[in-house]
């Protein structure tokens, strides 16, 4: 059976922006990207629910990561826009979060590791580069710096 929905579990979009720290216009650009949908009350004024500033705070968040809009449209597409999501809901897409954000903690991991050494990127500066990248052998590997590009990269350097 459905939930009725109260006119307490909607709010005007000034209070979303009030809550979300996120302008006015900004809410009207995401709502646009379809990563919230508003409803309209007998006024025609937007009404947003309630969970939208969750929703918007995740979208902050995922910005700050370095998500794409698109990205983050694909995440969120999971969730319902119809009713306030439940954990459930929530879980399914922190899956797919949280194996983008163990891979990107694993990339920044890896630069803070090796930034001060050779990153395999040709320049050949650093004393240690002529050990490790030896005539710039990670140049075969492709452009940028190989080593913290790709996790065996001094390895398949090694080998070629």
Known sequence: ????MKTTDLIAIGQLAARTGVSVSAIRFYEDKGLIRAMRNAGGQR???RSDVRRLS?????????FSISEIVDLLSGLPQERTPTKADWSKI???FRARLDQQIETLEL???RLD???GCGCLSL???ALY???DRAARLGPGPRYLMERDGAAKAAEA
């Open 1 to 4: 059976m459905r939930q009725r």
């Open 47 to 49: 009404r947003f629910l």
């Open 58 to 66: 995740f979208v902050m968040i995922a910005q700050q990561l370095g």
């Open 94 to 96: 922190s899956a797919h």
């Open 111 to 113: 630069t803070r590791d």
């Open 117 to 119: 050494v050779c990153i």
């Open 127 to 129: 004393s240690n580069c």
């Open 133 to 135: 990248n030896p005539d």
